[in-house]
Structure formats: structure tokens, C-alpha cells
């Protein structure tokens, strides 16, 4: 199940193409056409749950203008965000997924020669487009309960520092940051450095009682921005809609001069406005994936598994193994899961939550695992 493709060698490429690990492209949805020999997708911290039926409507209404680029500011979207979170709507910047938000911040802010400091293990663009700017990426721990520590960053920090990530709640440890740590984190970064606060799984942390970053990051003098996205909670993966709340009218101008035009396309833009309106849509989706989440920890604790504290909408465990032959044995019984790839951390594993049904297949089928392991 899992896609091995052959790396061909881009010998002609810039030097920061050539130093990066050969790609992998990982399993999706589309691979999988045929539902009757689909696996369980619990690797790529998808919804289980349809988004609102609202944002389906819109969308189809959309397309009857196919044939026009679609608001290149996303101005609709933008203002319906602002004002929920009281931010003006000229700050509320549109991405083709948070995804490539993150990747224009290392645009923006990053030269041959500097660094960024991002947190270790975390979502790999950080680190990959740092990279791909001629910069380094250098690597900040997570703390023990595995959230982003902020005293790691900041001791992090060096004379060539220009981009400071972090991200809570973090994949894929699902560890979520406090308002103490938010606010040394903030206080402490120099002001000539952007300040990125990745929120992908920002909904999923509220409802599990964090604290809102946007009040805090507000007190900040240096440039700053938060990213979220309408794929996780939303359940919108497909029409890929991911915005920045932008701490000024300079972050705001440094995107518009490095970002693609018309990334985000009318439908997509259509069905994220019309799921952000949908409050009771998400609130059932929030309270559905918390519920299964503490059962799927429950279950993995119960299996004599360390079971990594999570605020989102995926699970980790420890093994006494590395991970891989759990992840082997997995999708042999149809459940992909993923691995934490990342070099300290061998026999970790992350398990998406997803329907009841889900939750008792993994435990089973790790539990048998477990039990022919031993």
C-alpha cells in the first residue's frame, strides 16, 4: 500500500535540491479508489467526519463561474475571519493550505546564511523550506510532555536567527503549549526575527482548554503571524484553504509581494467561508474527535504503552521497538499509520483518530502485534 517510487537524480538542480533526501510520496486518499480494498487512512491526521453540508452547497454554487480567476485576496473569507477574531480583514492573508503559508514565511524572512530555529520533531516544512532558502534549520527539543518548549527556542536563537517557529498543538506529538510558555516565547524572540505560530490543529487545542495564542501574540513589537487551516477540523483536506493572521500591515505587504496569485481557488474559498460560519458543524466534529481520542488513548495505555498527551486530533505512543514493523504490521491488517521520522525518536508512532470503528481495528491489530512481538 505504501507508495516506493524510484528517486531519479536532478543532477541540473540548485545545490539545496540536491542536498534534500529523495522524495517519497506519501499514500492518499486517491490511491485508494475501490472502497471495498481501501485501508483505514489514519496517517495523515485527516477527518473522519464530512465538513458541513454548507460548504458542499457553496462550493457547487461556485463553480457556475469556472471560467474567472477567483478574489485574489479572498476578501469574503478574509473579512468573515477578521471579524470573528477582531483582526482587520487586510491581515487575514489566504494560502493553498497553511502548508504554503509556512513556506512563504521562510521566503520572506530567510537569506543564504541564516538560520531558522524550528521545534524537533515537528511538521517537516519547517526545516525542508529553510533548506530550500539556503538557510539552516536548527533544531529546538521538545519539551518532556512533548509540546514545543519555549526555552528551547529561545536558547536556540543565534546573531543570524531572521524565522522562529513553533506549534501547538505539535505534530506529531500532539503536545500543546500553555499561556506560560506562549508568553515567554513571544517576550523572548529578538524583534528583528519573525515569530511563526503554526495553529493547523488551533480548534482541536481551544476545545481541549488552550490558551488563545492571538490574545498574547497581540503584545508583541516584532513581526509575527499565525497559521491555520480549514483542512483538520473543518474536514475541507481536499479543496486545501489555509489563511495567516498577519501581527502587521509589513508581514502583510512581505507576503503579497513573495505569495502566488489566485493559490486559493472561488469553490474552496466558497466552502471554507460557509464551514467557518457553520459553529455547530465543528462543535459536533470537536466533541466527536475528543470523545474517540481519549478512547484510542485509553486503549494504548491499556496495551502497556506509553501514550503521548495529545490536544489534536491524533494519538502517539511509544514502543519498546522501532516503529516500523508496527507500522508493518498495521497495514498488512489495512491500517496506515505513520512513524515519527525523525532520528530520535525510532519507535514512536502516530495514530489519527478517526471513527469508533477505526479506533477498535488499531487496537486490535496492535495489540496482536504486541502479543507475537513478545
Given at each position: 500500500m505504501t507508495?516506493?517510487?524510484?528517486?531519479?537524480?536532478?543532477?541540473?538542480?540548485?545545490?539545496?535540491i540536491r542536498a534534500l533526501p529523495a522524495y517519497r510520496r506519501p499514500p492518499t486518499f486517491a490511491d485508494f479508489p475501490d472502497p471495498a480494498t481501501r485501508p483505514r487512512l489514519l496517517q495523515l491526521n485527516e477527518s473522519p467526519y464530512p465538513p458541513s453540508p454548507r460548504a458542499a452547497e457553496a462550493a457547487a454554487t461556485a463553480l457556475a463561474d469556472l471560467n474567472r480567476y477567483p478574489d485574489?485576496?479572498?476578501?469574503?473569507?478574509?473579512?468573515?475571519?477578521?471579524?470573528?477574531?477582531?483582526?482587520?480583514?487586510?491581515?487575514?492573508?489566504?494560502?493553498?493550505?497553511?502548508?504554503?503559508?509556512?513556506?512563504?514565511a521562510t521566503v520572506v524572512a530567510l537569506a543564504a546564511g541564516d538560520s531558522a530555529v524550528v521545534p524537533a520533531p515537528s511538521f517537516p516544512r519547517y526545516?525542508?523550506?529553510?533548506?530550500?532558502?539556503?538557510?539552516?534549520?536548527?533544531?529546538?527539543?521538545?519539551?518532556?510532555?512533548g509540546a514545543c518548549d519555549a526555552q528551547a527556542l529561545l536558547r536556540a536563537i543565534g546573531p543570524r536567527t531572521r524565522l522562529v517557529v513553533a506549534c501547538t498543538p505539535n505534530p506529531p506529538s500532539g503536545g500543546m503549549m500553555d499561556e506560560a510558555a506562549l508568553r515567554a516565547l513571544i517576550a523572548g524572540v529578538p524583534q528583528d526575527a519573525l515569530l511563526l505560530l503554526d495553529e493547523a490543529y488551533?480548534?482541536?487545542?481551544?476545545?481541549?482548554?488552550?490558551?488563545?495564542?492571538?490574545?498574547?501574540?497581540?503584545?508583541?513589537?516584532?513581526?509575527?503571524?499565525?497559521?491555520?487551516?480549514?483542512?483538520?477540523?473543518?474536514?475541507?483536506?481536499?479543496?486545501?484553504?489555509?489563511?495567516?493572521?498577519?501581527g502587521d500591515d509589513t508581514v502583510v505587504e512581505a507576503f503579497a509581494r513573495a505569495r502566488l496569485q489566485f493559490n486559493v481557488p472561488a469553490p474552496s474559498q466558497a466552502a471554507a467561508r460557509a464551514a467557518f460560519a457553520d459553529e455547530a458543524h465543528l462543535a459536533r466534529t470537536?466533541?466527536?474527535?475528543?470523545?474517540?481520542?481519549?478512547?484510542?488513548?485509553?486503549?494504548?495505555?491499556?496495551?502497556?504503552?506509553?501514550?503521548?498527551?495529545s490536544a489534536a486530533n491524533f494519538v502517539s505512543c511509544s514502543l519498546a521497538r522501532p516503529a516500523a514493523a508496527a507500522m508493518a504490521a498495521l497495514e498488512a491488517a489495512g491500517i496506515l499509520v505513520r512513524d515519527w521520522r525523525d532520528p530520535d525518536h525510532p519507535n514512536e508512532l502516530r495514530i489519527g483518530v478517526g471513527t469508533a470503528a477505526d479506533t477498535d481495528a488499531v487496537l486490535a491489530a496492535l495489540g496482536r502485534f504486541l502479543r507475537e512481538a513478545a
Open positions: 507508495t516506493r517510487e524510484a528517486a531519479a537524480d536532478p543532477s541540473w538542480a540548485t545545490p539545496a485574489i485576496a479572498g476578501r469574503a473569507l478574509a473579512a468573515a475571519i477578521g471579524a470573528r477574531l477582531d483582526v482587520p480583514a487586510h491581515r487575514i492573508v489566504l494560502g493553498c493550505g497553511s502548508d504554503e503559508l509556512i513556506h512563504f526545516a525542508l523550506s529553510t533548506r530550500l532558502a539556503g538557510a539552516t534549520p536548527i533544531r529546538a527539543k521538545l519539551d518532556a510532555h488551533y480548534e482541536f487545542g481551544r476545545h481541549a482548554g488552550g490558551p488563545d495564542a492571538l490574545a498574547l501574540l497581540r503584545a508583541r513589537k516584532g513581526p509575527w503571524l499565525s497559521t491555520r487551516t480549514f483542512s483538520k477540523a473543518h474536514g475541507l483536506a481536499a479543496l486545501r484553504v489555509g489563511y495567516a493572521i498577519c470537536l466533541a466527536a474527535v475528543a470523545d474517540e481520542r481519549e478512547r484510542l488513548a485509553r486503549g494504548l495505555g491499556a496495551l502497556g504503552l506509553r501514550v503521548w498527551p
